[in-house]
């Protein structure tokens, strides 16, 4: 729904402006944490960005697209 995209563009906006949000979000999960490395830890201070798309024809899935600022680990922002 439109509320629901607003509010999601506006909480986006507010978790950018966190610095280490994301590598703290993957360091405190508890599956996620054992099995990142620390080269993946120091990766994850670059992400800005996480969207989830939700796909519900013909079957039930989504698309998870991560975006990152300019880094040494990745040459494209997505």
């Not at 993957?26 to 990766?43: G, I, R, T, W």
């Not at 670059?46 to 013909?58: A, G, I, K, Y």
């Amino acid at each position: 729904s439109q509320r629901r995209k607003v509010h999601l563009e506006h909480r986006s906006a507010i978790i950018q402006g966190i610095r280490g949000f994301w590598v703290e979000v993957f360091m405190n999960h508890p599956q996620m944490s054992v099995l990142m490395s620390k080269q993946d830890a120091d990766m994850l201070h670059f992400m800005t960005n996480l969207e989830v798309e939700e796909f519900r024809h013909p079957t039930r899935h989504c698309k998870i697209t991560l975006s990152f600022r300019r880094n040494r680990y990745f040459q494209n922002e997505v």
